[in-house]
């Protein structure tokens, strides 16, 4: 059996679900909240990839060449889970045709964030609107 054929049984066993932690900020535009099916599978992934970043410190401070077909693994799984989980929230909400990236806050909560306003020296640059 592939990685795919395991996945809904990996999902399946995700015991506890980890909230997102980000609060809400000023600006956020809020189209809904992830369906509950939908948490045990971003629980994996940022599991999945937490286990990777962790493996690439062993691998950057103890020299452990070994770990990189492993990290390179987890790096692709953890990369199509995420994938899949937007996917599936967009579907979801009918969120296709909304304009910026959606992001995560606490509550489970889908958002569009207000975009981060460019430094003066890039507006400078021709970065953003100049004031």
């Known amino acids: 059996m592939s990685w795919l054929d395991f996945l809904p049984i990996e999902i399946k066993e995700v015991d506890e679900i980890k909230d ?7 600006g956020d535009i809020l189209h809904g909240v992830v369906p509950e099916a939908l948490r045990p599978l971003y629980t994996l992934h940022r599991a999945t990839s ?3 970043e962790l493996l690439q410190v062993e691998q950057k401070f103890e020299g452990k060449d ?6 390179c693994e987890l790096h692709f799984k953890s990369h199509a889970m995420q994938l899949i989980f937007w996917i ?3 579907d979801a909400l009918r969120l296709w045709s909304t304009p910026g990236n959606l992001e995560l806050r606490v509550d489970w909560q889908v958002v569009t964030a207000k ?3 460019a430094f003066p020296f890039f507006r400078f640059l021709g970065g953003g ?3």
């Not at 997102?20 to 000023?26: A, G, L, M």
């Not at 070994?66 to 990290?71: D, F, L, M, P, S």
């Open 20 to 26: 997102p932690t980000q609060e809400i900020k000023d």
């Open 50 to 52: 937490r286990q990777m």
């Open 66 to 71: 070994e770990q990189r077909g492993k990290i």
């Open 88 to 90: 599936e929230v967009y």
């Open 115 to 117: 975009p981060a306003p």
């Open 129 to 131: 609107p100049q004031e």
